[in-house]
């Protein structure tokens, strides 16, 4: 069927658009049907003379109405506004069961079996209540039922015969409870299996995470680095400036390694990336490019704009308390840097940042060199 045929133009009035609110629509809708077929299995019953016209009337007006004002308030989305639940489930359980049970009072020989469409209100919600609210709609279903069993044995024993009315609720409690227990474990299960797509949805974010961010800096790594390089290519958006890249290597780190520790040097590491981190812009990344080297991506970013950028850094660095890890250490960077071409490959615009952060090293470190 075409997406814009009458039919399916239909089905987005009657149901809305595409997802769970429509899901929930059409459950009401369902409810609805279902009580148009009681009212009209009702109304049979009063052309074979089992029923008063009248009580059926008032049970099918109530019913009716009941049902549809859930239908438009799940369709109109005036239930996401007003409940936890947007399928408004335990109150339309609730609803059907004082329909139920006012059918009963009212039917004759036949009320028999308006007992099954318990197990239907229990069924409704099966997939959707709590546990504890499962038991609690039953209890009030075998409570109402009770209540209106009693009250017909006290004041019509000739049609509501008390012994035959306590067979029907012990019958009726026994396949309440068998069901409400099915809801109850089905409830359980439910959760448990939302507890384990929670676990398993923070794993893959965990996994996504590792795979692309460096554990001990918390930057990207350079997987993820050079992903983000390849999309931005070709450099440059219309209106803005040039795309600039910049290779930093921290000065004399294998020193701080030799001389104090592999794990000094991972604090050194982490306290720099800290650093970096506050110094960058808006659309500034700063990756772990390998080692004690780290790559900086500046889209729409000048050269002056860079390099006062890459100052700012340099100072921010120096000035970042690294005696408080080794009483006397004192940590710089040496960067290179470039400017890409529109359509240049950033394999190539790589090869020169890392050239001129050679000369850098070469000219005495601790300085910004161009290429």
């Given at each position: ?23 929930r ?48 308030s ?10 936890r ?23 004759g ?85 939302s ?24 930057l ?56 970096a ?9 700063l ?85």
């Amino acid at each position: 069927m075409s997406r814009h045929s009458p039919g399916s133009r239909l089905a987005t009035l009657a149901l809305g658009p595409p997802g769970n609110q429509r899901m929930r629509t059409s459950q009401a809708l369902l409810a609805l049907a279902v009580y148009a077929v009681f009212a009209l299995l009702q109304h049979a019953e009063v052309l074979l003379g089992l029923l008063d016209l009248r009580r059926a009337n008032e049970l099918t007006a109530f019913a009716l109405t009941g049902a549809l004002g859930f239908y438009l308030s799940i369709r109109s989305g005036l239930s996401r506004r007003f409940s936890r639940d947007p399928s408004l489930t335990l109150a339309q359980g609730g609803f059907a069961l004082c329909a139920v049970t006012w059918c009963y009072s009212i039917t004759g020989p036949a009320r028999g079996a308006v007992l099954s469409i318990l197990v239907l209100v229990t069924l409704f919600g099966m997939f959707r209540l709590s546990p504890r609210q499962a038991t609690l709609l039953a209890f009030a279903g075998l409570s109402m039922l009770g209540a209106v069993m009693s009250w017909r044995s006290m004041t019509d024993a000739a049609r509501f015969d008390p012994r035959v009315e306590l067979i029907q609720f012990l019958f009726a409690a026994i396949v309440m409870g068998a069901s409400a227990t099915l809801s109850i474990r089905l409830g359980r299960l439910r959760s448990r299996f939302s507890q384990q797509k929670d676990k398993l949805e923070h794993a893959l974010e965990m996994n996504r995470q590792l795979a692309s961010r460096d554990a001990l800096t918390g930057l990207p790594n350079r997987r993820a680095m050079v992903d983000l390089l390849a999309r931005e290519q070709p450099w440059g958006r219309p209106g803005g400036g040039p795309t600039t890249l910049a290779i930093l290597d921290l000065d004399w780190f294998k020193r701080i390694n030799d001389t104090f520790g592999h794990q000094t040097g991972d604090q050194v590491l982490r306290r720099f990336a800290e650093l970096a981190r506050i110094e960058l812009r808006a659309g500034d990344v700063l990756a772990r490019w390998g080692g004690e080297e780290f790559l900086l991506l500046m889209p729409d970013t000048r050269r002056e704009s860079a390099h006062a950028a890459l100052d700012r850094m340099r100072v921010r660095v120096a000035e970042g308390g690294f005696e408080g890890l080794v009483q006397g250490m004192a940590v710089s960077f040496s960067a290179g840097i470039t400017v890409c071409g529109h359509d240049e490959p950033y394999t190539r615009a790589l090869e020169r940042a890392d050239q001129a952060l050679y000369q850098a090293k070469n000219a005495g470190r601790n300085r910004i060199q161009w290429a």
